[in-house]
């Protein structure tokens, strides 16, 4: 299996701008689960989903971020407006139950 | 409090042992997870211990369990230059097994 598979890798973009970030979970794993990591705050949980449906989005900083997950096998997280204190390494990870593993990440840097 | 805590910093020689320390906070946690960070690198997940064990070994990885004091250690024998990286300790929360990471501790391995 590939892993967790996220695009883009790296995201430059400008204050203002929707930026959509995007994970393939390793298949057959039946939650998924979006971080966020910066040096001031570490790794920081946003929203995770089982079975398609979210669970808890209670780490999500503001109405500006959203995610989806349409199937099994795609997810989505969205900022819309983006701003410069956005930027930090954005992890998506899946789990068939208790393991929990990671994608490479996507570096997002907004100017 | 909320925060599962480690130490920062970690410097061994080439050779030695290494411990990495941990405090969690949930004494409900059913796992306890060590995960390991190199530079621009997602997470790899290196261990993890059930809560009703006290010791776990995989190869070099040695996890210690005190439930009582709600203490983790991860010990690294004969530490090598490619151990030096970041390592994170987890605790698990809930039903879907939502992570809490530590703020990570850099281990450095020198000659």
């Known amino acids: 299996d590939a892993g967790v598979i996220q695009s883009p890798r790296h995201e430059v973009t400008e204050m203002g701008q929707e930026v959509t970030l995007r994970c393939k979970p390793i298949?057959?794993?039946?939650?998924l689960f979006w971080y966020r990591q910066t040096m001031m705050r570490g790794l920081e949980l946003l929203i995770y989903f089982n079975n398609n449906v979210p669970i808890d989005d209670s780490g999500m900083p503001e109405d500006r971020f959203s995610a989806k997950m349409p199937n099994a096998s795609f997810s989505t997280l969205k900022i819309q407006p983006s701003e410069p204190r956005d930027s930090a390494v954005y992890f998506c990870?899946?789990?068939?139950?208790?393991?929990?593993?990671f994608g490479p990440g996507t570096r997002l840097t907004v100017t | 409090g909320e925060d599962v805590e480690q130490s920062l910093f970690l410097s061994v020689r080439e050779g030695d042992s290494s411990v990495i320390n941990c405090t969690y906070t949930d004494s409900s946690s059913t796992y306890l997870y060590w995960y390991k960070q190199e530079p621009g690198a997602g997470l790899q997940l290196l261990t993890y211990?059930?809560?009703?064990?006290d010791m776990k070994q995989d190869q070099r990885l040695t996890v210690l369990l005190n439930k009582k004091d709600k203490h983790l250690s991860l010990r690294i024998a004969d530490t090598q230059t490619g151990d030096s990286a970041i390592y994170f300790c987890?605790?698990?929360?809930?039903?879907?097994?939502?992570?809490?990471f530590g703020a990570g501790t850099r281990l450095a391995v020198h000659p």
């Open positions: 211990i059930f809560s009703n064990m």
């Open positions: 298949s057959g794993h039946n939650s």
């Open positions: 987890a605790e698990s929360r809930g039903g879907y097994n939502k992570l809490i």
């Open positions: 990870a899946s789990t068939p139950g208790y393991e929990q593993y």
